[in-house]
Nanobody, 129 residues
Framework: EVQLQASGGGLVQAGGSLRLSCEFS????????IGWFRQAPGKEREGVSC????????DYVDSVKGRFTIPADHDKNTVYLQMNSLKDEDTAVYYCAAAEAVGPRYCPSTPVDYRKDYWGKGTQVTVSS
């Protein structure tokens, strides 16, 4: 059974940092891309970052480039989202999801590319100014 669990959210001041964790089980890390998504109130869910562990490919939405990174720990079956220089607009519920890596450099950024049952529960991030 595939399971993913996001954690690490909280309240932080603008300019601060948070590290989210996505711990997963039920699949081999190198065979799946892991994506981070977020959804703010009244907005659609958007892709934030993705990693394809098989070839090390990562991707980021433009709004977080230079501020967020997506390190991974194979031994712990965990993917992180290191968020620095946080802004008010980063406030959202953050989710992680898994998608079978159908080929090299596969790192999807849209929710529909991830199976509906391969999502973890979200973690709230609130940035205050």
């Amino acid at each position: 059974e595939v399971q993913l669990q996001a954690s690490g959210g909280g309240l932080v001041q603008a300019g601060g940092s948070l590290r989210l964790s996505c711990e997963f089980s039920g699949f081999t890390f190198d065979d799946y891309a892991i994506g981070w998504f977020r959804q703010a109130p009244g907005k659609e869910r958007e892709g934030v970052s993705c990693i394809n562990p098989g070839d090390g490919i990562t991707d980021y939405v433009d709004s977080v480039k230079g501020r967020f990174t997506i390190p991974a720990d194979h031994d712990k079956n965990t993917v992180y989202l290191q968020m620095n220089s946080l802004k008010d607009e980063d406030t959202a519920v953050y989710y992680c999801a898994a998608a079978e890596a159908v080929g090299p450099r596969y790192c999807p950024s849209t929710p529909v590319d991830y199976r509906k049952d391969y999502w973890g529960k979200g973690t709230q991030v609130t940035v205050s100014s």
